[in-house]
C-alpha cells in the first residue's frame, strides 16, 4: 500500500519558485527606479510649470513619472478643494486642459508628456 499526501492545488516547490521569482522581479523593480530630484529641479530653474487638478488621472499619471522627485518641480493646483471649479491663476494662464506644461520659452502644452520630451524642451538632462 502507499502512502498517498494530499494536495491542495499547488505543489510546494512551484509555490518556493513563484516567491523567489517574485522576490527577484521586486528587487529588479527597485533598482530601475530613477531619482529624478536633479532633472525636477532644473525644470524648475527653467520655469518649467505643470498645471493640474487633483482629481485628474491624467495629472496624477503625470506625477508618478516623477516619483518622490515631484514635490521639487513648479505646480500649480488648479482645482478648488470641494468643487470642480478651477483657480483663477490657472484661467489667466490660459490653461484649458490637464495637465498643462508651461515651457521655458512660455508655450503651453497639454496632456501627459514623457520626461524624454521635457528634457528636449527644457534643456534638462534625465
Not at 498517498?4 to 522581479?25: D, E, K
Request: overall charge positive; charged content about 20%.
Amino acid at each position: 500500500m502507499q502512502n498517498r499526501i494530499a494536495r491542495s492545488g499547488v505543489p510546494p516547490v512551484a509555490l518556493l519558485v513563484l516567491l523567489g521569482l517574485t522576490a527577484v522581479l521586486l528587487s529588479v523593480a527597485a533598482c530601475e527606479r530613477k531619482d529624478y530630484s536633479a532633472f525636477a529641479k532644473c525644470l524648475t530653474a527653467k520655469q518649467v510649470t505643470m498645471y493640474g487638478l487633483y482629481w485628474c488621472e491624467h495629472c496624477a499619471e503625470q506625477k508618478k513619472m516623477f516619483g518622490s522627485s515631484f514635490h521639487y518641480l513648479n505646480y500649480v493646483e488648479c482645482g478648488i478643494e470641494g468643487s470642480r471649479a478651477e483657480q483663477p491663476a490657472c484661467v489667466q494662464a490660459g490653461v484649458k486642459n490637464f495637465p498643462t506644461w508651461k515651457l521655458p520659452d512660455g508655450s503651453l502644452v497639454e496632456g501627459t508628456k514623457p520626461l524624454e520630451f521635457l528634457s528636449e524642451k527644457s534643456g534638462c538632462s534625465l
